[in-house]
């Protein structure tokens, strides 16, 4: 089934208890400023936007298992909810030193049911098993708030301090690592945001360059889209990255409050701005993309001092 909706609805008809914003991957045709936009609805879109609720945290979902994880950072948590919205369980405020979360910032679900959580404040991931004891620390990933899964169960992890992209199993043995503040001119020198295409390759936001570079995932130079500038397909501080299936990418540009959204070759195809939270101006953070095409956007609304 198709459906289509201008951008303005697509927005703000997806927000959720006032923190995220999930709707279906674009298939955009001809998106000019107030263009229409047609796009496949998943069957369980519905049902999700129905039944998320949250009460001061944030929510991260991943609709291929249909699992909802809140993070809470006021008290240093993440916990996976059941059906009816209840903790199934809650991990990071209790245990020694390596359990302890110190502001989490996302998730990423693993096919087997674990979870990796982005622990921030102690630059680290924390492997979370589907019962939410803990597991192993991925030291070396940086705070883990940039990380990916490929096909190979291999985690990739971008560290803007350092100017790498690492590799890692999960069981926390480092693979390799590609060095992007070095060499070519054209290589990335802060990398952020991070995805995967379907043919394998990085797509690296490079917040110093104001653009995304793909990678091979040796560290070749592909090809790279956007650039510097208040115009569609520019950015002035883009921060994070989702490639869907069908390979359109999403940058956020919360700097800017707006999100670039570009076709597999890196054409602009549509910029989604003007959004709102609970009836005020937000600023997309983090954007991500599920295994059933679902795109799932953080924003921030700030309660300005009357």
């Not at 990796?116 to 597991?135: H, M």
């Not at 199993?169 to 295409?197: C, H, I, Q, Y």
């Amino acid at each position: 089934m198709k459906t289509t909706f201008s951008r303005r609805h697509l927005l703000s008809g997806g927000v959720i208890a006032g923190v995220a914003t999930l709707f279906p991957s674009l298939m955009l045709v001809g998106c000019g400023d107030e263009a229409g936009v047609t796009l496949p609805i998943p069957r369980d879109a519905a049902a999700l936007l129905r039944t998320l609720t949250l009460d001061g945290a944030y929510l991260i979902v991943d609709p291929r298992t249909g699992r909802a994880y809140r993070i809470d950072q006021s008290a240093n948590t993440v916990s996976q909810l059941n059906a009816s919205g209840a903790p199934q369980w809650t991990f990071g405020a209790s245990g020694d030193e390596a359990q302890r979360l110190n502001f989490p910032t996302g998730v990423l679900p693993v096919a087997d049911g674990t979870v990796l959580v982005s622990d921030s404040g102690n630059g680290r991931l924390v492997l979370v098993s589907a019962e939410g004891r803990f597991v192993r620390s991925i030291d070396g990933a940086g705070s883990g708030r940039n990380a990916v899964i490929d096909s190979n169960n291999v985690l990739w992890a971008s560290d803007s301090k350092t100017g790498t992209i690492k590799s890692f199993d999960l069981n926390g043995t480092a693979r390799m690592g590609v060095s992007l503040s070095m060499g070519s001119e054209a290589m990335p020198k802060a990398p952020r945001g991070l995805a995967l295409d379907a043919a394998g390759n990085l797509h690296v936001v490079d917040a110093l360059d104001a653009n995304v570079k793909v990678l091979t995932r040796t560290g070749t130079l592909v090809r790279q889209y956007g650039a510097l500038g208040a115009a569609q397909g520019q950015f002035l501080a883009p921060r994070s990255i989702a490639v869907t299936p069908n390979g359109v990418s999403y940058v956020s540009d919360p700097t800017a409050g707006k999100i670039e959204v570009f076709d597999p070759a890196g054409a602009p195809l549509a910029r989604l701005d003007n959004l709102t939270l609970a009836g005020r101006a937000a600023v997309p953070l983090d954007v991500s993309v599920r295994n059933n095409g679902l795109v799932q956007v953080r924003l921030y609304a700030p309660v300005l001092a009357a």
